[in-house]
């Protein structure tokens, strides 16, 4: 009978150098998708948070200009008959910084605030047009419209924000 000892002892060998290595490659596998699980969850995560800061910027954005337009305009009360023509102006160049707010918003916002960012453009605009009625005619009709205008405008600040907050809160 032959000894198989040698055969033996080189099969277990053989066998040990598979299993490590099989061992050593899973290892390596289970590493890499493991890094890449981690990667792929940091990258989502700062995509999350650029997304939340950008949305954040543009919020407070549209809400200064939203402010600025009502604070102008809260002081049209004693409307100077000398300079009519340079408060419809500088309320159209409010207006016009708050519509790139809006477009900001438009792009960076879901439904909900996008809609409330809207609705201050088309009042701010609405304003405008009260505006220019109360500058050509210094009526108390006109002044009545524009002051039911102004503060429906300012009633509209308040559901943007909280539909801002509500977006910010979600991501």
Avoid at 16 to 44: F, H, K, P, Y
Avoid at 120 to 125: D, F, K, P, R
Avoid at 142 to 161: G, S
Wanted: charged share 20%; glycine share 4%; net charge negative.
């Amino acid at each position: 009978m032959p000894d198989n000892s040698l055969f033996v002892a080189g099969l277990t060998g053989a066998t040990a150098i598979a299993a490590s290595s099989l061992a050593s490659w899973l290892t390596s596998r289970g590493n890499a998708r493991a890094a890449r699980v981690q990667v792929d969850a940091t990258t989502e995560a700062q995509r999350r948070e650029g997304t939340r800061q950008t949305r954040r910027a543009a919020y407070l954005d549209l809400i200064e200009q939203a402010q600025v337009v009502a604070d102008g305009l809260r002081v049209v009360d004693g409307l100077p008959t000398t300079e009519p023509e340079a408060i419809l102006t500088a309320h159209r160049d409010r207006h016009h910084q708050l519509r790139r707010a809006v477009t900001l918003v438009d792009l960076e916002g879901p439904s909900t605030v996008q809609v409330s960012a809207a609705n201050l453009l088309i009042m701010s605009g609405t304003l405008t047009t009260a505006l220019a009625a109360m500058i050509e005619n210094t009526s108390s009709e006109n002044r009545r419209e524009f002051h039911e205008t102004l503060r429906a405008y300012i009633r509209l600040i308040t559901p943007f924000v909280d539909a801002a907050a509500a977006a910010l809160n979600e991501t």
